[in-house]
Nanobody, 126 residues
Framework: QVQLVESGGGLVQPGGSLRLSCAAS????????MGWFRQTPGKEREFVAG????????DYADFVKGRFTISRNTANNTVALRMNSLKLEDTAIYYC???????????????????WGQGTQVTVSA
């Protein structure tokens, strides 16, 4: 098993930046494909960004392409999400997730992720 702990959320003005971090414990992060999701009240959790278990491929939701960057650091056993040009609609709880599925493409569906962090709040407000 792996335990995931997110950090880095907070309050930021529109156009600002934040960097979320997800620390994995118990097992090396290279054993998992990783993803970032987000959720707002009354809505389903949605895919934001992901990286394959090999680390060789990343993918993004259309609404964050060009603004967000996912990166994996196997030395520190962390996955980060750099968020630039934040918009009001980016306000959500952001979750880190890990899956043992080893696919050649980035996994975008919540059902295929085995492990989840507790989430970190990101609020974009003027």
């Amino acid at each position: 098993q792996v335990q995931l702990v997110e950090s880095g959320g907070g309050l930021v003005q529109p156009g600002g930046s934040l960097r979320l971090s997800c620390a994995a414990s118990e097992r090396a992060i290279s054993n998992y494909a990783m993803g970032w999701f987000r959720q707002t009240p009354g809505k389903e959790r949605e895919f934001v960004a992901g990286v394959t278990w090999s680390g060789g491929r990343t993918d993004y939701a259309d609404f964050v392409k060009g603004r967000f960057t996912i990166s994996r650091n196997t030395a520190n056993n962390t996955v980060a999400l750099r968020m630039n040009s934040l918009k009001l609609e980016d306000t959500a709880i952001y979750y880190c997730a890990a899956t043992t599925w080893r696919r050649l493409w980035v996994i975008r569906t919540t059902d295929e992720y085995n492990y989840w962090g507790q989430g970190t709040q990101v609020t974009v407000s003027a």
